[in-house]
């Protein structure tokens, strides 16, 4: 939590599984949509990486996502400090070097502190995204928050638990 510590003044952002059609006033969207608000880009869900503007790196994102939504609640929040850090798409060779290097050390790795180790060595390769100021990023993501009315994603709405216990034993 240590390294979340520069953040508390920046969010009360909670990070949530899945896709989310407007974040909830806790914040309450994935790791990917957070990002596309924080770099100052129109809120818009994320059900893919391909939905995320062109100056993310794909790699990195399906990567990010991919955590975000294996996470426990808790260890999801551990996702925070990457927000700032996901726009940073670069060539062709740079994108095929971090999906290799996910792909390596994805595969050995068990635990979700390591998992995130693998998302900080990728983010080493190449371009790095360049850090917004901190009051800019709390004041985009404030700004949507205050505009949160309904409910943040399918998962939260009622209704949705309902279809997932209909589901649940065809799984």
């Not at 990195?60 to 294996?70: K, V």
């Not at 996702?79 to 050390?105: G, M, N, Q, S």
């Not at 985009?140 to 998962?155: C, F």
Request: some cysteine; charged content about 25%.
């Amino acid at each position: 939590m240590a390294a979340m510590d520069p953040f508390d003044h920046i969010l009360n952002w909670k990070l949530k599984r899945g896709s989310h059609t407007f974040p909830g006033k806790d914040g309450g969207t994935c790791i990917n949509e957070a990002a596309i608000v924080a770099a100052g880009f129109p809120y818009r869900p994320v059900r893919s990486v391909e939905n995320m503007p062109a100056c993310f790196s794909r790699p990195i994102c399906r990567l990010a996502m991919l955590l975000n939504d294996e996470a426990s609640d808790e260890e999801r929040q551990h996702l925070l400090p990457f927000v700032t850090r996901l726009a940073c798409a670069d060539t062709a060779k740079v994108e095929w070097e971090r999906e290799v290097y996910i792909a390596l050390h994805m595969r050995s790795q068990r635990k979700f502190p390591d998992h995130l180790k693998v998302l900080e060595g990728a983010l080493a390769i190449g371009r790095q995204a360049a850090e917004p100021a901190s009051e800019e990023v709390r004041a985009r993501l404030d700004a949507v928050q205050q505009s949160a009315k309904a409910p943040s994603s399918v998962a939260d709405h009622p209704k949705f638990a309902k279809i997932k216990a209909w589901l649940a034993p065809s799984l």
